[in-house]
């Protein structure tokens, strides 16, 4: 079965701090992965993805974010934060082997991370 | 990146009355659209899975005759919530992939929601 955690509810970081929003995953085959952002009343917007290639993969807004297959994780990071990134992020994976029929296509989110950046 | 609109983006009803929601792709065809549902401080729910010219795919859980929905397009998806009442109430999202859904890399694009509130 495909699923992800996002294990913090809530990240607070200061405004020019780095941060780090968690993220692992369980899929059978190949994951591949994707970090959204969510504003207040608005739909969600695409920051970044991994499909292959390089662990480390670089975002919208200065984010990016490092594949560990190993630990199967795919954190977010941004080296330092803005206040106007509060907001909520959302881990996702598609599992390409389980992509066929009425899965096809269908993304598995993680519960959410509310970031919060003062200032 | 790909567009993806939601119409209306509020709406308010009364208990017993249905309410259709639009989604479109404005700037590429869609041919597989997805609902979700999210709860407030709350991960997103798929609904269903919606492909154009046939019948979309509900998620366990979901009523087929409460929430209809449509793919008449390759550009337009709707859903209609039956007989709405009070606990319909939610946040509404559809979400699109530009090209083949096939194609498991492509990521999806989300349209702004759709706040839906029963009196």
């Known amino acids: 079965a495909q699923s992800v955690a996002q294990p913090e509810d809530q990240v607070n970081v200061a405004e020019g701090n780095p941060l780090t929003v968690k993220c692992t995953y369980s899929?059978?085959?190949?994951?591949?992965l994707f970090w959204y952002v969510q504003y207040p009343n608005r739909g969600l917007q695409f920051l970044l993805k991994?499909?292959?290639?390089?662990?480390l993969v670089k975002g919208s807004y200065g984010f990016e974010a490092e594949f560990n297959k190993s630990q199967t994780s795919f954190h977010l990071k941004k080296p330092s934060a803005l206040v106007s990134d509060s907001a909520l992020y959302f881990c996702?994976?598609?599992?390409?082997?389980?992509?066929?029929?009425?899965?096809?296509?269908?993304?598995?989110f993680g519960r959410g991370t509310q970031l919060t950046v003062w200032p | 990146g790909a567009v993806v609109s939601q119409h209306p983006s509020r709406v308010i009803c009364k208990s017993g009355t249905s309410v259709k929601i639009e989604c479109r792709s404005l700037d590429f065809q869609a041919t597989t659209m997805f609902w979700y549902r999210q709860f407030p401080k709350k991960s997103l729910m798929l609904m269903a899975t919606s492909n154009e010219g046939s019948k979309a795919t509900y998620e366990q859980g979901v009523e087929k005759d409460k929430f209809l929905i449509n793919h008449a397009s390759l550009t337009l998806s709707t859903l209609t919530v039956t007989s709405a009442h009070p606990e319909d109430s939610s946040f509404y999202i559809c979400?699109?992939?530009?090209?083949?859904?096939?194609?498991?890399?492509?990521?999806?694009?989300f349209g702004p929601g759709t706040r839906l509130t029963v009196l």
């Open positions: 991994y499909i292959t290639g390089d662990n």
């Open positions: 996702a994976v598609r599992d390409s082997s389980a992509d066929r029929g009425s899965t096809l296509g269908r993304l598995y």
């Open positions: 899929v059978s085959g190949n994951p591949y």
């Open positions: 979400s699109a992939t530009v090209g083949s859904v096939r194609a498991s890399y492509n990521e999806q694009f």
